[in-house]
């Protein structure tokens, strides 16, 4: 029951009104990024459970800098012209980058404290999270993001994060209850 909230959740949020609706083409790739994020949090918390939460953390973050470094050698002119010609795209990626960093190392510190499972179910919140966010910014910051706000909308995007809400915390109950403990 869980998973079907999520995914009827995730496809409501997906769906464009045309002249019949079409599922967006993003729908496959978040499934597919979701996936790999689960992946992600098993095997951080069984290197979490294995060595102190900070080593954890730096290498888990570790290896970005170095897969950085050899898309610049391989590509720098690129890297070089996105900077030129997108200096405040560059500097929120750098701003959305540090609080990213932020929120790991709260996420470490918790999976090292607690179980994976309770963790990432609380870690389903962030699409309440993401629509308050998104929506203040919207309404006060538009220049910074500007999100349709109709009311047909908000009750599309509100009914879709309460199902993935629900979701997440089903299965997180459903596989803490059947599994136990980590």
């Given at each position: ?44 918390k ?62 470490t ?66 596989i ?7």
């Amino acid at each position: 029951i869980g998973m079907v909230l999520l995914l009827i959740g995730s496809l409501i949020v997906s769906i464009e009104k045309r002249e019949s609706f079409k599922l967006k083409k993003a729908s496959i790739l978040v499934i597919a990024s979701s996936f790999f994020f689960a992946v992600d949090g098993i095997l951080y918390k069984f290197m979490v459970d294995r060595i102190d939460p900070a080593s954890a953390f730096f290498w888990s973050q570790a290896i970005f800098p170095v897969i950085f470094a050899v898309m610049v050698v391989f590509d720098g002119k690129y890297f070089v012209e996105v900077i030129k010609n997108h200096r405040k795209g560059v500097a929120m990626d750098i701003v959305s980058e540090f609080i990213s960093l932020i929120g790991r190392y709260a996420h470490t510190l918790a999976l090292a404290g607690g179980f994976v499972i309770i963790v990432s179910g609380i870690i389903g919140t962030i699409p309440l999270m993401v629509f308050i966010i998104a929506t203040l910014l919207s309404i006060l910051l538009p220049k910074i993001l500007k999100e349709e706000i109709t009311r047909k909308t908000l009750i599309q995007k509100g009914i879709a994060i309460a199902l993935v809400i629900a979701g997440t915390i089903l299965v997180s109950w459903m596989i803490f209850v059947t599994v136990g403990t980590h």
